[in-house]
């Protein structure tokens, strides 16, 4: 139409082309706007470009920065400091000129003058705890943000610098070209905070016991933002919740800690013989070939022993890493030390524990089986691990970082431990090991996208944990052997979706600005994918998208664009609906049987019969009629027990059209008539999973694809033809829908609890 009208602009005299525009006008002034739920999202989606291209793969001019790292650390344990000296050097691969460039400073969210604190809409507790109390009103704040000690240029000349919040601009002597390099030092230190009590990503745990602590140290070091061409430079302060946006890069980096200390962090360790005891190395030797158990390396027998005194001496750890996006790392004198080796399609790669006794025995018999187990799922859904290790470490909370990850689930003193607490712990190692993929090596920005690392990885971590129950079903309750599953199920994210919504919002929303984060960022589009998998696409084609999305941005920046677009372009399905409904809004799916009406088939018009061919000017005698149950003539018709086929006017149309062999290639003929009306009081456009039960007892399933939806969002009909009588219909049957209402889903109505009731009742946090 606007091709159309465009054309006549250009040949055509000026009439034409003022008669179109006020053609366009009339339409504009009608408000005719496409709400259409198929309506292809390209009001939504960014354009796509030489960076980014229309497929969702990287364009031909893609490119990203790349940060390296050559830092030396020292942790001061007497005073819980750790002290820093990196040099960056900054590669502009982009095709600008930067006059400027941005590091990331996270830890002064816990400085004195940070304004998280100011953000909280929090009011007065009428009833608190006294720890809460003194921690609001008595107690001086922590002091967490970096002392920024030097910004210098290689020369050693000082670098003017803004510290804005938890973001410094360092000035360039001169422009950075395209294709140029920089290098520039930082030195800094800062206060380590205890994590138990105040929170955070990374800290120290404290024992009294011995006076000792665990360090799980992240966020440590002055980050080079992120420079891109959708944002430029990344400009989203960090306020607490939101994760990181990081470029990759090579990192050298040098850790002084006590001589009794055992540590652990991303990269290849350089300097193992050196640190390395000779009973370590030989274990470390048998290890690399221990494809079953894991072996010990540091025993509890040897770290109860260190955990008794105190070294004065120190030791330096060198750790070497290739394109990561960040480092960690952990340390104590408190470590057992376990490995083993896991065999991939096309690798060795290492499974590695670091725990306190009191993790024990629980970290001992499954925590490095778990990682194991998640490199095997990770590496079959996506691609291989391209690293050489993944440890996880016992600490209080969950979190991520390349090759490392911090993990909680402790038993109690005398080494008990629940189910809840088992599983819990299982789930979080496969949760966070797996972010090793999304978003270490996918690369998204977690700043602006919680669900494209979290998503992507909860629902990961849900085919892993079914891969686990199935290859570990030792470690499940002897009484059932089904993993519970937390998130990814379509029923677990009924409550949710069919929740108050004034605190819900779209799944494409930033996480800082989200209620109810973990359902919003974890839950739901863990949910939406494996829905998309198990009922919309299909294992095959959604599991062969997956894993072309996660190739073609393996060590690159997706957005949810290339997200969207690759799983569209690798699968031939256009899936613009279902991300607008699951992405875009808070519909949810509710669709219910609004009515069965019974129909006889009949070559004998009844009253309205006869009125409706005298309607349509034809003679009664040359119509089929479907008289509905109830009706005159129904019964008769009924009792004549005639099918279709039977209907004189339609015998004789079959003769006089059809050749014998071709009549005798017809379907068996129907006999019983119904129409069923769907109804939707949900927003969400979903397929109609549908199951008919017989008299016989027989039942059939048929799913109507979404697009059943496209020209009435309220309510559709389908004419059911069949041979046998139905006696019973259900909508969604093994609830896979996530259908928040089930009390509309069947034929005839059933007087019960709502499974929906059911579940409302049973369900907790
Ligand atoms: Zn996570």
Redesign the pocket.
Known sequence: MRIFKYLLCAMLFASFSLYAQNEEKAERQQGHTNQNKFKQLYDEFSTPNMFRTGSGAPGPNYYQQQADYKMDIEIDDDNAKLHGDETITYTNNSPDDLRYLWVQLDQNMRARDSKTPLISGSGIRPATSSSRAVKSYLQESFDGGFHIEAVKDTDGKDLPHTINRTMMRVELPQVLKSGEKFSFQIKWWYNINDHVKDGGRSGYEYFEENDNRIYVIAQFYPRMAVYNDVEGWQNSQFWGRDEFALPFGNFDVNITVPADHILDGTGVLTNREEIFTKDMMKRYKKAQKSYDEPVMIVTQEEAEKTEKSKSKAKKTWKLSAKMVRDFGFATSRKFLWDMMAVKLETKDVMAVSLYSKEGNPLWGQWSTKTVASTFKTYSRMTFDYPYHKSISVHAPM?M?YPMISFNFGRPDKEGNYSDRTKYGMISVII??VG?NWFPMIINSDERQWTWM??GL??FTQYVAEQDFAEWFPDALSPNDKTYPSRRGPAKNIVRYMGGNQDYIAPIMTKGLNTYQFGNNA?GKPATALNILRETVMGRELFDYAFKEYANRWKFKHPTPEDFFRTMEDASAIDLDWYWRGWFYTTDYTDIGIKEVKKFAVSGTPNDNGKRLADQYNRDPNSLVYFIEEGAEGYDDAMKAGGTIDNVPTVKEYIMDNFTPKEQKQMKKAPKYFYQVTFDKPGGLVMPIIVEYTYADGTKARETYPAQIWRLNDKEVSKAIASDKEIVSITVDPDLETADVDTSNNTWPKEVKESDFDKFKNKVTD
Do not use: A, Q, R, V
Request: proline share 0%; net charge negative; aromatic share 10%.
């Open positions: 969950g991520e949760h966070e972010h690392d979290e990885n909860t974890y």
